[in-house]
Nanobody
Framework: QVQLVESGGGLVQAGGSLRLSCAASGRTFDRYAMCWFRQAPGKETEFLAVIRWSSGDTYYADSVKGRFTISRDNAKNTVYLQMNSLKPEDTAIYYC???????????????????WGQGTQVTVSS
């Protein structure tokens, strides 16, 4: 059974940084795509970034490109989201998700992901 456990959220001032972690277990993920989404109060779930575990190739939403970086550590079976230059509008619950998919297209829709973590709260104060 796939398990994803996020950590690293918290309260930070605008302009600050946080690094979120997603510890993955339950199987080998080298044929998986791993993704970060977020959901702000009263808003729909938003795609942020995705990484192909095998190649390390990445793809970002325009809203976070240049500020957020997704990466993975094979030895630790962990995916990270480094978030810099945080803004109050980045306040949300951040979710890690995984799906078996090694094709050429990017998986960026919530419905495409089979496994989800419990989420971690990020609050950015102004």
């Amino acid at each position: 059974q796939v398990q994803l456990v996020e950590s690293g959220g918290g309260l930070v001032q605008a302009g600050g940084s946080l690094r979120l972690s997603c510890a993955a277990s339950g199987r080998t993920f080298d044929r998986y795509a791993m993704c970060w989404f977020r959901q702000a109060p009263g808003k729909e779930t938003e795609f942020l970034a995705v990484i192909r575990w095998s190649s390390g190739d990445t793809y970002y939403a325009d809203s976070v490109k240049g500020r957020f970086t997704i990466s993975r550590d094979n030895a630790k079976n962990t995916v990270y989201l480094q978030m810099n230059s945080l803004k109050p509008e980045d306040t949300a619950i951040y979710y890690c998700a995984a799906t078996p998919g090694s094709g050429s297209r990017w998986y960026i829709r919530q419905i495409e992901y089979d496994y989800w973590g419990q989420g971690t709260q990020v609050t950015v104060s102004s």
